[in-house]
């Protein structure tokens, strides 16, 4: 998963900042075949999917936008 969860990452905030995004983030093995919750509390509850940004969801890793939000 963190493979999936770091390129997800990378390309959600190159994408931001209309960065080209490098080749590995795109790779297939950077991606799950079952999407997975990124827990960062075990009480959090499954984010919907219009929560999850697209970058990550595309990814299979489904994590709250405002997880890596800049506090």
Same mark, same amino acid.
Request: aromatic share 10%; net charge negative.
């Given at each position: 998963?963190?493979?999936?969860?770091?390129?997800?990452?990378?390309?959600?905030?190159?994408?931001? &900042?209309?960065?080209?995004?490098? /080749?590995?983030?795109?790779?297939?093995?950077? %991606?799950?075949? &079952?999407?997975?919750?990124?827990?960062?509390?075990? %009480?959090?509850?499954?984010? &919907?999917?219009?929560?999850?940004?697209?970058?990550? %969801? &595309?990814? /299979?890793?489904?994590?709250?936008?405002?997880?890596? %939000?800049?506090?």
């Amino acid at each position: 998963m963190w493979d999936a969860a770091i390129a997800a990452l990378v390309a959600w905030r190159l994408n931001q &900042e209309n960065i080209p995004l490098p /080749g590995w983030v795109n790779n297939p093995d950077r %991606a799950l075949t &079952e999407p997975v919750v990124f827990r960062v509390d075990p %009480a959090d509850p499954a984010p &919907e999917r219009d929560d999850v940004p697209n970058e990550f %969801a &595309e990814r /299979g890793v489904l994590a709250w936008a405002d997880t890596f %939000a800049s506090v």
